[in-house]
């Protein structure tokens, strides 16, 4: 039986067969979050006529025989950083709502109508994608379905609400220093961040341009391998869907030790050390001079995005989130050779990791340093010190942005508990490890991501 619970490829699987139509579909998709998500804040728009027209376009494309695509009838929704036509490309903000509705798609938002793939609105994400938390003061919090009182995690917070709660099987988002794999832990999924530069960004409303990702979160590794491999340009390679089954055997995986196995929650390396033992992983490395790399992408991302702002920090700060502004107005200040040094050490930590990726295929490493803190909440404690909580989120999914390594974050389930994430980390193009990781655990019950059903009455 399809329902919200259903995933992508079930989906497809039924719309194509005839057994159940994309319009019924979408319709279900729409009648849930028109129920439930005034609770949940995932989305800022939805785009039901939008969603129905395209269902019918594909249902008349299965009754005519012809070919409906590998996404035929999957209701998706895109952070609200991507240009979805008639809309204005919010960015999180309150001053894009000011500009002009997109006259087009972003490229990836196409790409997954051209499979057949259902759009059915833009979601809430943290002002200008710089947040962990997936608190938003303009549109309100995206909460997280396993507590609503709990963060979805940032920036693509409404991303991982929406695809948590059941209302969207797939879902888009960006990732500069964590922003899908951070929502994926504190919401218990699958999120992919691809290499750098392997999707295309067209039609996207930047932060930095030199660690921008964008990629998908859902609720099995095949169903993001599918997205991934829709999203792709053409020729771009053997698709990474077929070599799913082929499990983690023969792969040289190792956990990441030193900066990775401190700092955190115990919670956090639990979940390392049961993924580590279910694949067999016996050796830990280090990850060289890996806090030295957050330390450059705090630099690198703070500068160029206060750049991106300078005209609208002149002109509109007071129509900033105040701890936006001042993260972004502080990061216009970042004096050039800091950035310089910033950008050139990048290149040697890239060529340091390269060199442990001829020992290794796979790394382990905990996705966020704990599960998901209350909305609100402003400090933490880990390894006994108290820090900010939202610059904090980030420590472990940092050092692998900077570079642009492919990630999977798998979701760790605990019976009674908050999910959390671990990351499965490949060399730059082996997307495909990665998946075929995150495949293997699902096959074995270690990392599964079902939809979540929250402690209070959220839904009923």
């Known amino acids: 039986m399809i329902d919200h619970a259903s995933g992508a490829l079930e989906i497809a699987s039924a719309v194509k067969a005839g057994s159940v139509s994309a319009v019924e579909i979408a319709r279900a998709a729409l009648f849930r979050i028109g129920a439930l998500d005034a609770h949940l804040g995932a989305f800022t728009a939805v785009t039901a006529e939008r969603a129905l027209d395209e269902a019918a376009a594909v249902d008349a494309r299965v009754r005519s025989g012809g070919d409906p695509g590998p996404l035929a009838g999957v209701p998706f929704a895109v952070k609200n950083l991507f240009d979805v036509k008639g809309l204005p490309t919010l960015a999180g903000s309150k001053i894009n709502a000011g500009h002009a509705p997109a006259g087009t798609d972003a490229e990836l938002v196409r790409r997954l109508n051209d499979a057949g793939a259902?759009?059915?609105?833009?979601?809430?994400?943290?002002?200008?994608?710089?947040?962990?938390?997936?608190?938003?003061?303009?549109h309100g919090p995206s909460r997280n379905p396993h507590d609503p009182a709990r963060m979805s995690g940032g920036s693509s917070g409404g991303s991982g609400t929406a695809v948590a709660a059941g209302f969207v099987p797939l879902a888009l988002g960006s990732d500069t220093n964590g922003s899908i794999r951070v929502p994926s832990s504190f919401?218990?999924?699958?999120?992919?961040?691809?290499?750098?530069?392997?999707?295309?960004?067209?039609?996207?409303?930047?932060?930095?341009?030199?660690?921008d990702h964008l990629g998908p979160l859902g609720r099995s590794a095949a169903d993001l391998a599918a997205a991934y491999d829709a999203m792709r340009e053409p020729g771009a390679g053997t698709p990474v869907s077929p070599v799913l089954g082929q499990g983690a055997e023969g792969l040289r995986i190792a956990v990441a030790g030193d900066y990775f196995a401190r700092g955190g929650d115990p919670v956090a390396f639990e979940a390392v050390a049961t993924v580590a033992e279910a694949l067999g992983a016996r050796d830990t490395v280090v990850v060289p001079e890996a806090a030295r790399a957050r330390a450059a992408a705090y630099v690198i991302t703070a500068a160029e995005g206060g750049s991106l702002h300078l005209d609208r920090l002149r002109t509109r700060a007071a129509d900033f989130d105040p701890a936006t502004r001042d993260r972004l107005?502080?990061?216009?200040?970042v004096p050039v050779p800091w950035y310089l040094q910033a950008q050139r050490f990048r290149r040697w930590y890239h060529d340091r990791v390269m060199e442990l990726f001829s020992r290794v295929d796979i790394l382990l490493a905990p996705a966020t340093p704990c599960t998901a803190p209350p909305i609100g909440?402003?400090?933490?404690?880990?390894?006994?010190?108290?820090?900010?909580?939202?610059?904090?989120?980030?420590?472990?999914?940092?050092?692998?942005?900077?570079?642009?390594?492919?990630?999977?974050?798998?979701?760790?389930?605990?019976?009674?508990?908050?999910?959390?994430?671990?990351?499965?980390?490949a060399a730059p193009g082996r997307e495909d490890l990665a998946l075929r990781v995150a495949a293997d655990l699902e096959a074995k019950g270690v990392c599964q991501a079902p939809v979540a059903r929250g402690e209070t009455s959220w839904e009923r």
């Open 329 to 333: 107005m502080a990061g216009a200040m």
């Open 187 to 211: 919401c218990g999924l699958f999120g992919l961040k691809p290499t750098f530069g392997r999707l295309s960004r067209e039609g996207t409303f930047p932060f930095c341009f030199s660690l």
């Open 118 to 138: 259902v759009l059915v609105g833009a979601l809430n994400m943290g002002e200008y994608a710089y947040d962990f938390t997936g608190e938003n003061s303009h």
């Open 377 to 425: 909440q402003q400090t933490m404690v880990l390894d006994g010190v108290e820090m900010l909580v939202r610059p904090n989120i980030g420590i472990f999914t940092q050092p692998l942005s900077l570079i642009g390594l492919p990630v999977v974050a798998v979701p760790v389930r605990r019976p009674g508990g908050l999910p959390i994430g671990v990351q499965v980390v």
